[in-house]
């Protein structure tokens, strides 16, 4: 699948244009928001490739998670949890949730 346009849900600003960069020097349109409500913003007006969220965010992200694959039930987008924890059992949960991908 190539992705085209990536969502980042991040409150980290540094991170955020950090991966933004990255991203767009690889051709890829990325929008960042910094919370959950703006990210649901954008998954309904843009239909997102690949959506990164992070755990810093100051909501359920299991919940966010599950949220996202009901609004984006027919596109079906990636999503990957970006964490600063690298312990197994939060991995375990996020995939869990039905998060495709987990980076630390």
């Known amino acids: 699948m190539l992705v085209k346009v ?35 913003n954008i998954m309904n007006s843009f239909e997102p490739d690949l959506i990164l969220i992070s755990d810093s965010l100051k909501i359920d992200v299991k919940k966010a998670i599950e949220q996202i694959k009901v609004l984006t039930y027919n596109t ?23 998060a495709d991908d987990f980076l630390s």
Not at 14 to 21: A, D, F, G, L, T
Not at 25 to 32: E, N, P, R, S
Not at 79 to 97: C, E, G, M, R, T
Request: aromatic content about 6%; charged content about 30%; glycine content about 6%.
């Open 6 to 40: 990536v969502l980042l849900i991040d409150k980290r600003k540094e991170q955020s244009v950090r991966y933004k960069k990255i991203l767009e020097g690889a051709g890829v349109t990325v929008f960042t928001v910094s919370d959950f409500a703006m990210g649901l």
């Open 76 to 98: 079906r987008p990636l999503i990957a949890v970006l964490s600063k924890s690298n312990h197994i059992q939060d991995k375990i949960d996020y995939l869990d949730a039905g």
